[in-house]
């Protein structure tokens, strides 16, 4: 069969490189893709956009794709899974309606009171006043959350109440747009972070492996939050009686809820947990779709076939399909990025040495790379992720490293501390 994947990352360039291990699938096209799925064997890049859902349907109705699997959130938030199912099209992705978890964080949070979720407390505002009030009454520490898609810049975690009317204060003044127009106040929550990925076809929901990603620039966990510098799984700090109790306090009373409302929700839900001091998972947000870096961390260790697991919450069966079976060891996931990044970064600077990094037994997926008259260069801020698959972390973590020492390019950047948790 053929598959579609929509996006252009390093998660999208996992999809398309694990989909394509599945003995059923002949060809993957990605729209619009990078230079690794450009090269990638049975993949080819289409020039459309994310955006385009007429063309992206036009192409998937005249060449028999059988499965569409939407990477980002944007084009989620944006119903592209409404139009294609409409054109009769398998895709694997939540509806508009599903995609709030993620695109409002005032829906989200109300979902999560409905049906009882742990989760910071919170009251929502559309004025910049009452949000400032709130605050000074709660006092800081204390999180202000954009309402809408930010692309990861919506949150501040306050440490004092000035700080935290700043950041209320700028959202109202239009930093993040329309997005911003709706402002959450959450209380602070300490503890460590885990992400969970877990495929739904709507009623039945099963976790992939957990994971932990470092969302900082700087070693350390310093510096401004990015999409994210590196991640590895299975996270250590969910144990399978965490895990269970996740799927149970978190995981299937969200699908229930969401099934309440009648949103029939296909495809993956993340959620991100704040594992607190005293044990209790409590989640911080729901995102609509596979998470960047983790994805590049978790599909390297999946063995069921991608493209089975993925039809069978397309077509409602999820319930009927084998536990899920995993490879042995562990994965660590290493991000280069380009100089300057989150901020100014520049584009076009050629690559070198992936042949060597791919030929020590790392994975090499590409993220904002494109190929330019046959050369690879960067065209992203985040560039490469370099995954490698070890008996235990000490082991991944080396060989990653090992892997992203052949790479070369100007101002190249990475953490060096990629899974110190896991190994401490
Ligand atoms: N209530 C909270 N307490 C402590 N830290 C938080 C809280 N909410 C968010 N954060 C921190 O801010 C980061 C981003 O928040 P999140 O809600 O995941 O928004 P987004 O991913 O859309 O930017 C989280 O990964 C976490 O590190
Ligand atoms: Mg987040």
Known sequence: ??????????????????????????????????????????????????????????????????????????????????????QGLMVFGPSQAGAQVEASKAWSKALMKQANIPTAAAAVFTDAAAAIAYVKAQGAPIV??????????GVTVAETESDAIAAIEASFAGQFGEAGYTVVVEEYLSGQEASILAVTDGKTIRPLLPAQDHKRIGDGDTGPNTGGMGAYAPAP??????????????????????????????????????????????????????????????????????DALMLACVQQRLDEFPPLSWKPGVAACVVIAAKGYPEKYQKGLPLRGIAQAEATGAIVFHAGTKLKQNQLVTDGGRVLNVTAVGEDFKAAIAQAYAAVETIEFEGMYYRRDIGHRAIE
């Open 1 to 86: 069969m053929k598959v579609l994947v929509v996006g252009s990352g390093g998660r999208e360039h996992a999809l398309a490189w694990k989909l394509l291990q599945s003995p059923r699938v002949q060809e993957v096209f990605c729209i619009p893709g990078n230079g690794g799925t450009a090269r990638l064997e049975r993949c080819r890049n289409l020039a459309l956009n994310v955006s385009d859902f007429e063309g992206i349907g036009r192409f998937a109705l005249v060449n028999n794709v059988a499965l569409i699997v939407i990477g980002p959130e944007v084009p989620l938030a944006a119903g592209i899974t409404d139009y294609l199912q409409q």
């Open 144 to 153: 202000v959350k954009a309402d809408g898609l930010a692309a990861g810049k």
């Open 237 to 306: 700090i969910v144990t399978p009686a965490l895990m269970a109790r996740i799927q149970q306090e978190i995981l299937e009373p969200t699908i229930a809820a969401l099934r309440q409302q009648e949103i029939d929700y296909r495809g993956v839900l993340y959620a991100g947990l704040m594992i607190t001091p005293a044990g209790d998972p409590k989640v911080i947000e729901f995102n609509c779709r596979f998470g960047d870096p983790e994805t590049q961390a978790v599909l390297p260790l999946l063995d069921t076939p991608l």
